[in-house]
């Protein structure tokens, strides 16, 4: 099974800066991640596909970069709305399975 | 206007059963896969189990194979997720998604399973 590890567990900034999120996978995995925030008390919604494929109706503060092993989730001048909790997904086994996340909380 | 909508959630008692639905409508149901994701109280999202557009592949976590069974009725639009010899730790939100592109793509709002005596 592919495990994915996010990291940090809990990332604390104050609004208009830029983050960096990450997630590793236990083998390679192409460029199959996703990322997802999830807002408290919602359910989640996706962000970027395959890496860094945008997503219609997400802000284009959010960007998603790497392949292999080592992704990275970027926000560019983080917003009060987008504090709350990310999730990596993978899509290169037939399981879909998830990181653990990072919740982003404000400073 | 996409929506998946759970309902069949509760208290149940450990070792009982309890079958989750899930209504779509919005899109062409049966061109999706669906899947089943759950979120225990304060902790991650978890994957459940999948099934394929014509319900011919079906996929579970470890923990919940011999116990679970996802299903879904075309015809009906509805997904299913029969649970049985439920456990304490199978306590959670779970929500139904549809997979596209090897992502869940569409999420219900969640239905609370409580496994408690």
Redesign the interface.
Known sequence: NIVLTQSPATLSVTPGESVSLSCRASQSIST?I?W?Q?KSNE????LI??ASQSISGIPSRFSGSGSGTDFTLSINRVESEDFS?Y?C?Q?YS????????TKLEIK | EVQLVESGGGLVQPGRSLKLSCAASGFTFSNYGMAWVCQAPTKGLEWVASISTGGGNTYYRDSVKGRFTISRDNAKNTLYLQMDSLRSEDTATYYCASLYDGTYYYWGQGVMVTVSS
């Open positions: 199959s996703h997802y999830q359910s989640p919604r996706l596909k395959y909790i999730y997904q899509s037939s399981l879909f399975t998830f990181g653990s996340g």
